[in-house]
């Protein structure tokens, strides 16, 4: 089936490591989305790319990194300079026609804990 | 992107209508109203999206009003598996690909 996967499912990550968290989709979708979410809270735009080798920072992009070699790949990339990182971390895609008629589907997630 | 307004909760009976409001009186003409629902831990799911007109999918239908400056979404017959935290998002138009603006939603419990 198609659809969008986040790995891992539960991720711990010490004080000072860079952790990446991977998104992979089998759509053929062109944009894909990162987003955080805290308790409680609704979801933060942390990077988008629409296109291969090409992304955007959204909201709240300090502290992370994101590569868009391929299509159907974005992982993000928490660094040390995170200071915050515990969250459930939300990969999205859509299709990408220039316009919002197009909904994102998201995947399962990825909760990010700080040992 | 419109800011939208929703109740913090609500409950419903099992095997009834569930309606949903959304207020977003600051809607542009060109901005969609999307609605989304997210269980405990997982990923958020699409459900519907429209403009003006009204729409139905196989999971609910979307009521928007005249005005456009609210809507309803209706689960015609609510189970528990309906229990989640409804998100009503305004999107613009304008190109490209950004992100979705999510609130605090409307946390829908189905009672049995």
């Known amino acids: 089936d198609g659809g969008i996967t986040q790995s891992p499912k539960y991720l711990f990550r010490k004080e000072g490591q860079n952790v990446t968290l991977s998104c992979e989709q089998n759509?053929?979708?062109?944009?894909m989305y990162w987003y955080r979410q805290d308790p409680g809270q609704g979801l933060r735009l942390i990077y988008y790319?629409?296109?291969?080798?090409?992304?955007q920072k959204g909201d709240i992009a300090e502290g992370y990194s994101v590569s868009r070699e391929k299509k159907e790949s974005f992982p993000l990339t928490v660094t040390s300079a995170q200071k915050n990182p515990t969250a459930f971390y939300l990969c999205?895609?859509?299709?990408?026609?220039?316009?919002?008629?197009?909904?994102?589907?998201f995947g399962d997630g990825t909760r990010l804990s700080i040992l | 992107d419109a800011k939208t307004t929703q109740p913090p909760s609500m409950d419903c009976a099992e095997g009834r209508a569930a309606n949903l409001p959304c207020n977003h009186s600051?809607?542009?003409?060109?901005?969609?109203v999307y609605w989304y629902r997210q269980i405990h831990s997982q990923g958020p799911q699409y459900i519907i999206h429209?403009?003006?007109n009204n729409e139905t999918n196989e999971m609910a239908s979307l009521i928007i009003t005249e005005d456009r400056k609210s809507s309803t979404l209706i689960l015609p017959h609510a189970t528990l598996r309906d229990t989640a935290v409804y998100y009503c998002?305004?999107?613009?138009?304008?190109?490209?690909?950004?992100?979705?603006?999510f609130g605090k939603g409307t946390h829908l419990i189905i009672q049995p």
């Open positions: 790319s629409q296109i291969v080798n090409d992304f």
């Open positions: 429209g403009l003006k």
């Open positions: 998002i305004v999107r613009g138009t304008g190109g490209g690909a950004d992100g979705l603006t």
């Open positions: 759509l053929n979708h062109d944009a």
């Open positions: 999205a895609s859509s299709k990408n026609t220039g316009g919002f008629n197009q909904p994102q589907h």
């Open positions: 600051t809607i542009s003409g060109n901005e969609y």
